[in-house]
């Protein structure tokens, strides 16, 4: 199984990126975006999942990303605007959700990540 993320880059302060995430599986029901800076823990930042229609975002980023997928379930988007400092980090798609959609351990397969940085 194969997860790649793609469209990191550097951005000021206020910019937007658009993170995308492609899996080999098909149709995959459920997927998140997770953020992690050198030192602290992988934090979760939004999933989804289908069905039922579910998304979530971590409070630090609601009203700013959204997460969507597309029809066939095998790619996941995480558009970001108004983009801060603090969002800074590697950022990992992970995809298989079994329980609390916040928690990395509860994802079966991971991206290799792909980097935002915002100045």
């Known amino acids: 199984v194969q997860l790649v993320e793609s469209g990191g880059g550097s951005v000021q302060a206020g910019g937007s990126l658009r993170l995308t995430c492609r899996t080999s599986l098909y149709s995959i029901a459920s997927m998140g975006w997770f953020r992690q800076v050198p030192g602290k823990e992988r934090e979760a930042v939004a999933a989804i999942a289908r069905p039922p229609a579910f998304t979530v975002y971590a409070d630090s980023v609601k009203g700013r990303f959204t997460i969507s997928q597309d029809k066939a379930k095998t790619t996941v988007y995480l558009e970001m605007n108004s983009l801060k400092p603090e969002d800074t980090a590697m950022y990992y798609c992970?995809?298989?959700?079994?329980?609390?959609?916040?928690?990395?351990?509860?994802?079966?397969?991971w991206g290799q990540g792909t980097q935002v940085t915002v100045s």
């Open positions: 992970a995809a298989d959700l079994r329980g609390d959609w916040y928690s990395p351990s509860n994802y079966n397969y």
